[in-house]
């Protein structure tokens, strides 16, 4: 399991960024270099640094996409 909280550092897709809030099962994410904070799902090529180093989230279906990882 990962734990995370606002101001957490997360890298997806190669961009690092900051965790600024929260909507039901995503994040808003505050992408380093950027000015407005993008909303994205919590573990889709989600990686979170840790006290231990980055750690890569475990990849779940989004119910709002209605479509199962790894289809399509």
Do not use: K, N
Not at 13 to 27: L, N, P, S
Not at 45 to 63: K, L, N, Q
């Amino acid at each position: 399991m990962i734990r995370v909280a606002l101001d957490g550092r997360i890298c997806s897709e190669g961009r690092a960024g900051t965790i600024v809030d929260t909507v039901g099962h995503r994040m808003r994410v505050l992408f380093d270099g950027e000015e407005a904070p993008r909303i994205r799902h919590t573990t889709s090529g989600m990686e979170y640094e840790t006290v231990a180093g980055w750690i890569a989230a475990t990849p779940v279906s989004d119910p709002c996409l209605g479509v199962p990882v790894g289809a399509a």
